[in-house]
């Protein structure tokens, strides 16, 4: 028995019209993986850069606060401040502010959700990571103002005021060097991943002191 | 001793004789003024080496010599390391120090607020991972200096004592004539 004409061309078109819709489909859901690739390699890029400009910060300001400290220790064994113009004078109060860090990168990662398209162990790193920055910022904070207070030198006693300080600093100090040691593990990290994930390596950044020096003649 | 031997033996200002007589005091005033100045010139030379701006760098630091356009450079963050690869630390004195009003005007070429959005704006730009580093004071200067690797600063010519390592700019040092940082 012969199918009628219009029963296949019912069917070719039935066909045409599902493979159609899976290629859609099938299209639609890899532009969205590629979509979520890129957005997870832009992340992972953003993160490189942030974590090397806070870790160039670090690096820029420790040697400061390094410094600050041998002079607080060398006032405290002298006992030669006793005022609070003596102490803004040798210390000085801004030199004791810890680096300003950068937290960008999570904040957009968090906003885009775009930490859902990262593994867990690099989720997991990057978290640490910017728990120790905050804890870093928050501990500082509460520190500096708490050096506000005991250097207003009201009971004449500057060796307090000292003292404070540079218990204050050597905490920033230490914590400093942990942080630069989480973002250089953090950095490794991420550079690993990037590279997993296909995407070209990430170039040095300008603040970053892996800088080639600059020709001088001052010699 | 008659006069005419105190004038043979004691020399005398005497103006010659063929100079007019009416014209004379005119002549001995202008060589007494002439006279006047030459102290007044020598102390002015002496306190402009006094108000000179000396640039210090770590005592371990290789450099001994910048051009004032390299000085720039590295004052302005254009240049961050050394040539020796190590990092350059600005050290600058906080606001209202007179040192810093000639390092603005003279290096920078900015006032306070175009110097504040100087280096924001670097910052922002992420060609700087920091701005200078506050001193509030010569002696904060010379002994920050003196132990940060890559340090330099400015301090008064009179103020850098010790052990200071002062740089010559353009081959001068704050005493020299024609130090450009005066």
């Known amino acids: 028995m012969r199918k009628p004409a219009w029963l296949a061309e019912v069917i070719v078109q039935s066909i045409a019209v599902t493979v159609s819709i899976l290629l859609a489909l099938w299209v639609d859901q890899w532009k969205q993986k590629r979509a979520a690739r890129d957005l997870a390699t832009e992340s992972i890029s953003n993160f490189i850069t942030e974590i090397r400009q ?53 904040q957009t990662a968090v906003t885009t959700g775009a930490l859902a398209h990262l593994d867990y162990n690099t989720v997991a790193a990057l978290s640490l990571t910017y728990t120790i920055q905050d804890r870093f910022r928050e501990d500082s904070r509460s520190g500096f103002q708490s050096i506000l207070q005991a ?40 550079a690993l991943k990037l590279k997993g994930m296909g995407a070209p390596a990430q170039p040095a950044d300008s603040a970053h002191p892996t800088q080639q020096p600059q020709p001088t003649t001052g010699q | 001793m008659t006069h005419s031997t105190m004038n043979r033996t004691v020399p005398r200002l005497v103006v010659s004789n063929r100079v007019p007589r009416y014209v004379r005091p005119f002549v001995y005033v202008a060589l007494c003024v002439a006279a006047l ?72 070429r900015m006032d306070e607020d175009q110097f504040r959005q100087y280096w924001i704006g670097k910052m922002f ?5 920091g701005g200078p580093k506050i001193v509030y004071s010569s002696d904060m200067a010379m002994n920050l200096v003196g132990v940060i690797p890559g340090s330099i600063t400015f301090v008064l010519a009179s103020a850098a004592t010790g052990d200071a390592k002062i740089i010559r700019i353009d081959g001068k040092l704050p005493s020299d004539p024609g130090y450009p940082l005066k």
């Not at chain 1, 870790?55 to 040697?63: G, Q, S, T």
């Not at chain 1, 540079?166 to 953090?186: F, G, I, M, P």
């Not at chain 2, 050394?82 to 920078?108: F, G, M, Q």
């Open chain 2, 37 to 108: 100045c030459v102290p007044t010139h020598v102390a002015t030379a002496q306190a402009n080496s006094r108000s000179a701006i000396a640039i210090v760098v770590n005592p371990k630091s290789s450099v001994t010599n910048l051009s004032f356009a390299e000085l720039r450079r590295i004052f302005l963050g254009e240049q961050q390391f050394w040539p020796d690869r190590s990092k350059v630390t600005l050290l600058v004195r906080a606001p209202v120090a007179h040192e810093r009003a000639i390092v603005l005007d003279e290096i920078y």
């Open chain 1, 54 to 106: 806070n870790k160039a910060r670090i690096d820029d300001v420790l040697p400061y606060h390094e410094a600050i400290r041998s002079m607080l220790k060398q006032a405290e064994s002298s006992h030669s401040i006793h005022t609070q113009a003596e102490f803004e004078r040798t210390i000085g109060i801004d030199g004791l502010r810890p680096p300003s860090l950068l937290q960008t990168a999570w």
């Open chain 2, 125 to 129: 730009r992420a060609e700087v991972a």
């Open chain 1, 151 to 190: 250097t207003d030198f009201k009971a004449g006693d500057g060796d307090m005021a000292v003292r404070s300080a540079d218990n204050y600093l050597r905490e920033v100090v230490n914590s400093e060097n942990d942080l630069h040691a989480t973002y250089a593990q953090a950095e490794q990290t991420l």
